[in-house]
């Protein structure tokens, strides 16, 4: 009926629809936020995307990432934001490179980590990438050939990636906290010099409580892989304490440090007390040991 | 036996706190003789590898699995479970990580050599030489802990397999860093190997060592019972020690029974019949030992036989 008695601009009517999905979604009302976005998604296949490419891309884009961050739905996310990738690639000088690493974000979301990775591999071939995305694909790359038991590549992608972020004027990566994946991945792989380099790198940002526990924790590992027994032990007892801190229950994921803790007593010997660290993280009546 | 410290370096890189602990108590508390429980918590981690389907997370998974039925007596399972992990493997990891080479090859090693498969057993136990010596010049020196501790297992399968030079090298290496900053089960596993070691290469007035290996409580049953047996090989080829080497093998029966570890049993049982020479011991040694399919242990009750 509006559609009938009032003339608008293309594409209002999907602005709309989108706003009255996103507030809906916001209100709480994942029935109506559905609806809207169902005829939302009606009105965006009516579009020609020969001869209004920008405003395709502009609405599929939109509800790409309306429907895998709100509505949890990748497939569908997957379907709009492909479409977007597509046009925005046809046409000259669109700044595509961001849509790509959306929608390999999509593929992970999917666990299709090989579809990722191609994504951001292709990603990584172009030229005149902004640096941000660089940083961007690196990272998730790296953490993609981590997952899937590749860990010299995801190193030596780790390691581009430190020199991008010490070397970048836009870095959205603080270089502490790729450090500290860094220096936690060497020690995975039992590289200790590396390990401590990175982490020790990672040590500088002071202001994190969340990453400032997990390169004292990751430190801590590094002291009980190289033998360093009573530094190690000293370290735990630190841990211990930082996990009983009411404050810090706040701060950081205590089930985490928690883990790490059982981690490090199993490397020194102290099976009992490893074991005793993660039945904790496993027992559902032990509260505050994940964040909310 | 399994060695925790194999598993222990920490686990794929962002896994969920959730993972790792079922991961690491399936592995503990199968170790502790709780094996259903420990079954339980490897379902649980199970269930999370194949949700999230990361490889790493499921060759870590393969190799927990192939380790909890090793520990519970079925060498085939765990055979065929480590044979899958090596699909998962990183060659990154030596060494450290659950996913490494080397706690997969301890793992099928220790297996075939229980199963008899002694070619297979001989062909990871010449690439771990090269990798987990704690003075070794590869990547993975730094983890002493790691090193050492895989070390110890390797020398304890070089004796099982019956290469007593080979085992004799890798302990001699493995013994003073264990005594300098090993946990008090590496130093006493160093101190037991070293003097049964020693002893069967000729070195006399190995006991004080031995003695000293043994005095030391570890709250572990599993890894108590083995070293009681090796005690009762120590003392078993000397014609005068012929109590003290039973003694040692009733306890190894004992200790073993408890923590549910049946290779030991099997092969404590084994000894003990061959000391004793009864006949009626041999055939219950080697009953046992065929149910398990202990071919190594079979062999040896069948060797002396003949």
Same mark, same amino acid.
């Not at chain 1, 809906?24 to 976005?37: P, R, S």
């Not at chain 2, 075939?112 to 001989?122: I, P």
């Not at chain 2, 596993?189 to 007035?205: R, Y």
């Given at each position: 009926?509006?559609?009938?008695?009032?003339?608008?601009?293309?594409?209002?009517?999907?602005?709309?629809?989108?706003?009255? !999905?996103?507030?809906?979604?916001?209100?709480? #009302?994942? %029935?109506? @936020?559905? /609806?809207?976005?169902?005829?939302? *998604?009606? +009105?965006?296949?009516?579009?020609?995307?020969?001869?209004?490419?920008?405003?395709?891309?502009?609405?599929?884009?939109?509800?790409?990432?309306?429907?895998?961050?709100?509505?949890?739905?990748?497939?569908?996310?997957?379907?709009?934001?492909?479409?977007?990738?597509?046009?925005?690639?046809?046409?000259?000088?669109?700044?595509?490179?961001?849509?790509?690493?959306?929608? !390999?974000?999509?593929?992970?979301?999917?666990? #299709?980590? %090989?579809? @990722?990775? /191609?994504?951001?591999?292709?990603? *990584?071939? +172009?030229?005149?990438?902004?640096?941000?995305?660089?940083?961007?694909?690196?990272?998730?790359?790296?953490?993609?050939?981590?997952?899937?038991?590749?860990?010299?590549?995801?190193?030596?992608?780790?390691?581009?990636?430190?020199?991008?972020?010490?070397?970048?004027?836009?870095?959205?990566?603080?270089?502490?906290?790729?450090?500290?994946?860094?220096?936690?991945?060497?020690?995975?792989?039992?590289?200790?010099?590396?390990?401590?380099?990175?982490?020790?790198?990672?040590?500088?940002?002071?202001?994190?409580?969340?990453?400032?526990?997990?390169?004292?924790?990751?430190?801590?590992?590094?002291?009980?892989?190289?033998?360093?027994?009573?530094?190690?032990?000293?370290?735990?007892?630190?841990?211990?304490?930082?996990?009983?801190?009411?404050?810090?229950?706040?701060?950081?994921?205590?089930?985490?440090?928690?883990?790490?803790?059982?981690?490090?007593?199993?490397?020194?010997?102290?099976?009992?007390?490893?074991?005793?660290?993660?039945?904790?993280?496993?027992?559902?009546?032990?509260?505050?040991?994940?964040?909310? | 036996?399994?060695?925790?410290?194999?598993?222990?370096?920490?686990?794929?890189?962002?896994?969920?706190?959730?993972?790792?602990?079922?991961?690491?108590?399936?592995?503990?508390?199968?170790?502790?003789?709780?094996?259903?429980?420990?079954?339980?918590?490897?379902?649980?981690?199970?269930?999370?590898?194949?949700?999230?389907?990361?490889?790493?997370?499921?060759?870590?998974?393969?190799?927990?699995?192939?380790?909890?039925?090793?520990?519970?007596?079925?060498?085939?399972?765990?055979?065929?479970?480590?044979?899958?992990?090596?699909?998962?493997?990183?060659?990154?990891?030596?060494?450290?990580?659950?996913?490494?080479?080397?706690?997969?090859?301890?793992?099928?090693?220790?297996?075939?050599?229980?199963?008899?498969?002694?070619?297979?057993?001989?062909?990871?136990?010449?690439?771990?030489?090269?990798?987990?010596?704690?003075?070794?010049?590869?990547?993975?020196?730094?983890?002493?802990?790691?090193?050492?501790?895989?070390?110890?297992?390797?020398?304890?399968?070089?004796?099982?397999?019956?290469?007593?030079?080979?085992?004799?090298?890798?302990?001699?290496?493995?013994?003073?860093?264990?005594?300098?900053?090993?946990?008090?089960?590496?130093?006493?596993?160093?101190?037991?190997?070293?003097?049964?070691?020693?002893?069967?290469?000729?070195?006399?007035?190995?006991?004080?060592?031995?003695?000293?290996?043994?005095?030391?409580?570890?709250?572990?049953?599993?890894?108590?019972?083995?070293?009681?047996?090796?005690?009762?090989?120590?003392?078993?080829?000397?014609?005068?020690?012929?109590?003290?080497?039973?003694?040692?093998?009733?306890?190894?029966?004992?200790?073993?029974?408890?923590?549910?570890?049946?290779?030991?049993?099997?092969?404590?049982?084994?000894?003990?019949?061959?000391?004793?020479?009864?006949?009626?011991?041999?055939?219950?040694?080697?009953?046992?030992?065929?149910?398990?399919?202990?071919?190594?242990?079979?062999?040896?009750?069948?060797?002396?036989?003949?």
């Amino acid at each position: 009926m509006y559609l009938q008695t009032i003339e608008v601009p293309e594409g209002t009517v999907l602005d709309s629809l989108e706003q009255i !999905s996103a507030i809906h979604d916001i209100l709480g #009302d994942k %029935d109506a @936020a559905v /609806a809207a976005f169902k005829l939302a *998604l009606a +009105e965006v296949r009516k579009i020609n995307l020969q001869e209004k490419p920008i405003l395709g891309i502009k609405h599929y884009y939109f509800l790409g990432i309306f429907s895998v961050n709100r509505l949890g739905d990748p497939v569908q996310a997957k379907e709009l934001l492909e479409t977007a990738y597509i046009v925005a690639k046809r046409m000259p000088d669109f700044p595509w490179h961001s849509v790509a690493v959306d929608l !390999s974000d999509v593929k992970y979301v999917m666990k #299709d980590r %090989d579809g @990722a990775a /191609a994504q951001l591999n292709a990603l *990584l071939q +172009e030229t005149n990438v902004d640096d941000e995305i660089t940083i961007k694909v690196l990272y998730k790359l790296a953490r993609i050939h981590s997952e899937m038991a590749n860990k010299s590549k995801a190193l030596e992608i780790y390691e581009r990636l430190v020199e991008k972020v010490r070397t970048s004027e836009k870095s959205v990566l603080p270089e502490p906290l790729v450090a500290h994946r860094v220096g936690k991945l060497y020690l995975l792989t039992g590289n200790l010099s590396k390990a401590s380099h990175f982490l020790k790198l990672a040590q500088s940002d002071e202001t994190d409580p969340e990453l400032k526990s997990q390169v004292g924790v990751a430190l801590t590992a590094v002291k009980a892989q190289a033998g360093e027994r009573q530094e190690a032990l000293k370290g735990v007892e630190e841990l211990v304490l930082i996990t009983e801190n009411s404050i810090t229950k706040d701060t950081v994921p205590i089930g985490e440090l928690k883990t790490d803790l059982g981690e490090i007593l199993l490397i020194l010997g102290e099976y009992n007390r490893a074991t005793e660290e993660f039945q904790k993280v496993t027992d559902p009546t032990v509260i505050n040991l994940h964040k909310p | 036996m399994p060695s925790l410290q194999a598993l222990a370096a920490c686990g794929p890189e962002q896994t969920s706190s959730a993972f790792l602990c079922y991961l690491r108590l399936s592995s503990l508390l199968v170790a502790q003789g709780q094996k259903e429980k420990a079954y339980e918590y490897l379902l649980a981690a199970q269930k999370t590898a194949e949700e999230d389907k990361a490889k790493s997370l499921l060759g870590a998974v393969e190799i927990a699995i192939a380790n909890y039925w090793f520990q519970a007596g079925n060498l085939s399972k765990a055979l065929d479970h480590a044979k899958t992990c090596l699909g998962f493997l990183d060659p990154a990891c030596l060494g450290s990580s659950p996913l490494s080479l080397t706690s997969y090859h301890l793992l099928f090693a220790e297996c075939s050599l229980w199963a008899g498969n002694v070619t297979d057993a001989l062909a990871s136990l010449s690439l771990l030489r090269e990798h987990v010596s704690p003075s070794s010049t590869s990547l993975v020196k730094e983890s002493v802990l790691n090193c050492l501790d895989s070390s110890i297992r390797l020398a304890s399968l070089y004796l099982l397999h019956g290469d007593i030079n080979a085992a004799t090298e890798i302990i001699e290496v493995a013994f003073p860093v264990a005594k300098e900053k090993g946990s008090k089960r590496a130093v006493a596993e160093a101190h037991v190997l070293l003097a049964l070691l020693k002893s069967k290469q000729g070195h006399s007035d190995q006991e004080a060592l031995l003695t000293e290996g043994l005095s030391t409580e570890l709250a572990d049953k599993r890894v108590e019972g083995r070293l009681q047996l090796w005690a009762g090989i120590f003392y078993s080829t000397d014609s005068s020690n012929q109590e003290k080497a039973q003694s040692h093998f009733d306890k190894a029966l004992q200790l073993s029974r408890e923590a549910g570890d049946k290779f030991t049993e099997a092969l404590a049982l084994g000894h003990s019949a061959l000391l004793t020479g009864s006949e009626s011991a041999r055939t219950e040694a080697l009953r046992f030992a065929e149910e398990l399919a202990a071919k190594l242990v079979v062999t040896l009750l069948n060797e002396v036989n003949t």
